[in-house]
């Protein structure tokens, strides 16, 4: 069964913690998120944001998983990490704090590697949410979670640089939309030899829930999106496609072939290669050299707080969303860019 059917009962306890998200998106949505479970891979600032921001939203359960330790670049943005932490296993040294945040959500850490984990746990979820990751594992996650009908997630912030990926299959939500209104034919009072009545106060527009569907690309298909510049309407929808869309392709495939993410203590090294890998990208994607600056070598080492935290709200945002089944999700990228602080949501491999 999954996120789209299951419903829990609110206990007056939860009822009163979650007063004002019921008022915001209703009780049956709130039902619906009491009752998902939630798998979170990666524990690095980004997910420590979007840990966070789930477990505040009164889910049923959260997995934290990560076979890594934590360093002293944790400190840059990965505050459920306390400094007497380091050194210590990621997700173990953020259970404590992450369950702080909410007594009423079940966290569980687990130090697995996810490529060591079977389909059958991956489909044991009703989300799952990574970050970290590369390519390689990404796109074996979204094939295992297409076959279980599980919400899935991608997301990374290197540097200034930051992207969500959703897939959610065939996706059914509900939206609110305002009813059509009916023109009325009014005989004026100028018409009538009376002068004109002030005029009356402008009423809200009454609205209706509305039943609507989304079918998402898969992240294969994303990822491998070609465009055909010689055409119009090539070009035209290039102009909608972000360039951090390939500075992101860029960095996971750096992350895929050194399974590592670039690093300050290999500084020069790290950046001629993504120097490499740029235009290798941008060759693959059938783009001009315009389309990537070459100086996004510059912007792209650690976790930048500020980042991850608008990344990581979005994501949460979108996990809330989609199990809530409320409002239209994004469908299928964002991306961000702090050296213009612009967020961008754009459709890719559809």
């Not at 209706?208 to 294969?220: A, G, N, Q, R």
């Not at 059938?286 to 990344?311: H, R």
Request: glycine share 8%; aromatic share 8%; with cysteine.
């Amino acid at each position: 069964m999954t996120a789209d059917t299951k419903e829990e009962n609110i206990t007056e306890d939860e009822a009163a913690l979650y007063d004002r998200q019921i008022r915001l998106w209703g009780l049956d949505a709130q039902r619906r998120l009491r009752a998902a479970s939630v798998l979170l891979v990666g524990l690095r600032g980004l997910g420590a944001e979007v840990a966070k921001n789930i477990v505040l939203s009164g889910i049923k359960s959260l997995t934290l998983l990560d076979p890594t330790v934590a360093d002293e670049e944790d400190s840059m943005s990965q505050f459920l990490i306390p400094r007497s932490e380091v050194g210590k296993n990621r997700a173990e040294a953020s259970l404590e704090r992450t369950q702080l945040l909410n007594p009423m959500v079940k966290v569980t850490a687990d130090t697995s590697n996810i490529d060591d984990k079977d389909d059958a746990f991956i489909k044991s979820f009703d989300v799952v949410c990574a970050t970290g990751c590369g390519t390689t594992t990404l796109k074996r996650l979204d094939r295992v979670c297409q076959e279980g009908a599980v919400k899935f997630y991608a997301g990374d912030v290197f540097g200034f640089y930051g992207f969500m990926f959703a897939d959610l299959g065939t996706h059914e939500y509900a939206e609110e939309v305002k009813k059509p209104k009916h023109a009325e034919k009014n005989v004026s009072s100028e018409e009538e030899g009376e002068p004109s009545p002030k005029k009356a106060k402008v009423e809200e527009p009454e609205t209706t829930t509305v039943k609507k569907s989304m079918k998402f690309p898969v992240l294969e298909d994303a990822l491998g999106a070609k465009f055909d510049s010689s055409s119009s309407e090539g070009k035209k929808k290039l102009r909608q496609i972000p360039n951090t869309f390939f500075i992101t392709k860029v960095l996971l495939e750096f992350l895929e072939q050194q399974k590592r993410r670039p690093a300050s203590s290999s500084l020069e090294g790290d950046k001629k290669q993504l120097s490499n890998l740029r235009k290798q990208t941008l060759d693959t994607s059938g783009v001009s050299d315009n389309k990537m600056p070459e100086d996004f070598t510059e912007y792209c080492f650690g976790q930048l707080s500020p980042v991850c935290a608008v990344v990581g709200g979005i994501l949460g945002q979108e996990i809330i969303k989609a199990v809530s089944q409320k409002d239209a999700p994004h469908n299928n990228f964002f991306f961000y860019s702090g050296t213009d602080d612009g967020g961008f949501v754009t459709s890719i491999g559809s």
